[in-house]
């Protein structure tokens, strides 16, 4: 590689760069004035709520996504099409019929089947791990199997709750349980996104809280049976209609380069999808609001991509992928927020499949922007992952961006009924739409490019 070349999209970056930190305080200023992300994630909370794909509650927000952006005076606010997949939960409950009969809070997991009609009888058998289970073998035949893993990070233990039904099915398990994928609970179950293994029967799939999985765990250990009586009404409906929403504010002299904000607009069926992602979907809303309001022009364009189906299929991601394959090469990055409300910490770049030292050279490019982000406070500017909705086109190429936020308690209350707008700090939201505001137009009056 060209050292020449590599440098001079860094210097003509730091330039701009250094010209920034008073749009940085405007925009700042500008956030905390108006307090414009926490107005509207109060609203798409309180007057919408929890959001799953193919339920009424997405079309509603899709809608008033588009009306918001319109108001703020982004153009080519228009949706893209896209079919999801259409879960519901129905009615669901657990009762521990022995050694003492005990109501459980459960939530089905998504995408599970429903158990027969008037539920199903079986004794619980409970295993701590994936090997556990397979020393068992078929001793688990006409049982529930319940994992109960305490967590270690999401990505260690969310593998029991996607892969768990399939593996307990292939021992001729008649439901599997998990245990709830978060650190901590007040009794509240978690829920997400689980597969099967065509090779076996679908059973019914469900999480049990912290509280009710350590239960049993300790009424195994003293030798006590364990018999449940579960009931899942959760069914598969055929694929629904559902739409990305785009917007945009046009580059006065690169048009044709983009910068994508986005967050998904869908959510779980509990609580009210504030942390996830609501909070990242209002943010990249009120970041391009923020830009727009105060008259700033960018040089390429800035582009809100909220999209749909991220928690249960990914559909969203991926027809944006298909759709837009063409102009890849034109996309400068693509942020996505989906950690939550707390500050921002990091923004970290991804790139697939290229050489150490393009990597390196494009974090020599991304640590340019340093000085833009000093009245945010410490942000990490480092390489990493980006984002699940990106994830498509990062995978053929385009650079991603993940915004990574304190997340200090992100997961105590993530895909459970606690995920409500009290738990969302004002300033927060304002903080880090400013962050995310003013990374993106001095990305977007820069020449630099991470590929």
Known sequence: MNPLRCLLPCLIAAHLVAQAPPAAERLRAEAFRTHGAYEDLAWLCDRIGPRLSGSPQLDQAIAWAQSRLKAAGLVNVHTEPVMVPHWVRGHESAE????TPTRLNILGLGGSVGTPDGGLTADVVVVGSFEELDKLGEAVKGKIVLFDVPFKGYGHTVVYRHDGAAKAARYGAVAALVRSVGPV???????????????????????????ASTQMRRMQQRGERIQMKLVMG???LPDAPSANVVAEIRGTEKPGEVVILSGHLDSWDVGQGAQDDGAGSVIAMEAARLIQSLGLKPRRTIRVVLWTNEENGLRGGRAYRDAHRAEFKDIVAALETDSGSERIKAFSLELRNATPEAKAAALATLKTFEQVLVPFGPVDLRLGGSGADVSPMVAEGVPGIGVSHAATHYFDIHHTHADTFDKVEKDDLAHNAAALATFAFALAQSEARFQ
């Open 234 to 236: 959760a069914k598969t």
């Open 96 to 99: 521990l019929l022995l050694p």
């Open 185 to 211: 609970s007040l009794d509240t179950p978690h829920t997400g996104a689980m597969d099967y293994d065509p090779a076996f029967p679908k059973i019914p799939t469900a999480a049990v809280t912290i509280e």
